[in-house]
């Protein structure tokens, strides 16, 4: 991921309320009013939007947004407004979250949750590129039957906390398997 794109997500899922962007309760802000705040030339906006490897930002428009993954504190975004508008979506299958061995013994407590985030990531399979990220040491199943479940423009599956009984497995992940970027 480009510098570019960074600095573009982290003004969107993270300090756009601290700085004063001014933002939808869906997490939509004017490309103009980011391009300002990030001093940005129109050609590398795009090229960072273009260039996200995750594809975490969404153009519609003279608008732009983070898919998902906004921070609760600060924000202007809200739980319901991101709901309402990713696709309610209905697994029947089990979906997988990457965490570390560290953090085990408290998901087995008390689940997963969204902390400061505004829901917990998922995937749809066990090699889904969706969710990667570093120091994934455990691969956790979810049976997602009793969990509202939303699927944002890039893929990503959310939803706002997943009860210690819906994990049902824990799978040590081998080197090579869930550890990119």
Same mark, same amino acid.
């Given at each position: 991921?480009?510098?570019?794109?960074?600095?573009?997500?982290?003004?969107?899922?993270?300090?756009?309320?601290?700085?004063?962007?001014?933002?939808?309760?869906?997490?939509?802000?004017?490309?103009?009013?980011?391009?300002?705040?990030?001093?940005?030339?129109?050609?590398?906006?795009?090229?960072?939007?273009?260039?996200?490897?995750?594809?975490?930002?969404?153009?519609? $428009?003279? +608008?732009?947004?983070?898919?998902?993954?906004? =921070?609760? /504190?600060?924000?202007?975004?809200? !739980?319901? *407004?991101? #709901?309402?508008?990713?696709?309610?979506?209905?697994?029947?299958?089990?979906?997988?979250?990457?965490?570390?061995?560290?953090?085990?013994?408290?998901?087995?407590?008390?689940?997963?949750?969204? $902390?400061? +985030?505004?829901?917990?990531?998922?995937?749809? =399979?066990? /090699?889904?590129?969706?969710?990667? !990220?570093? *120091?994934? #040491?455990?691969?956790?199943?979810?049976?997602?039957?009793?969990?509202?479940?939303?699927?944002?423009?890039?893929?990503?599956?959310?939803?706002?906390?997943?009860?210690?009984?819906?994990?049902?497995?824990?799978?040590?992940?081998?080197?090579?398997?869930? =550890?990119?970027?």
């Amino acid at each position: 991921m480009s510098r570019d794109s960074r600095r573009i997500s982290r003004l969107l899922r993270h300090t756009a309320g601290e700085r004063g962007l001014t933002m939808s309760a869906d997490g939509w802000a004017a490309i103009a009013d980011v391009r300002a705040e990030l001093r940005m030339e129109p050609a590398d906006l795009a090229a960072a939007v273009e260039d996200n490897d995750k594809q975490r930002l969404q153009v519609d $428009g003279d +608008r732009i947004r983070a898919c998902q993954g906004h =921070s609760l /504190d600060g924000m202007p975004v809200t !739980r319901e *407004a991101l #709901e309402n508008s990713w696709e309610r979506v209905y697994p029947d299958h089990l979906l997988w979250h990457g965490t570390n061995w560290a953090a085990l013994p408290a998901i087995r407590r008390e689940g997963l949750r969204a $902390g400061r +985030r505004t829901h917990v990531h998922l995937a749809p =399979s066990e /090699d889904s590129p969706v969710g990667r !990220r570093t *120091a994934v #040491e455990v691969l956790l199943a979810v049976d997602s039957g009793n969990l509202e479940v939303y699927l944002a423009p890039n893929g990503v599956l959310l939803t706002r906390e997943v009860p210690a009984d819906a994990i049902v497995r824990a799978d040590a992940v081998h080197w090579g398997s869930w =550890s990119g970027g």
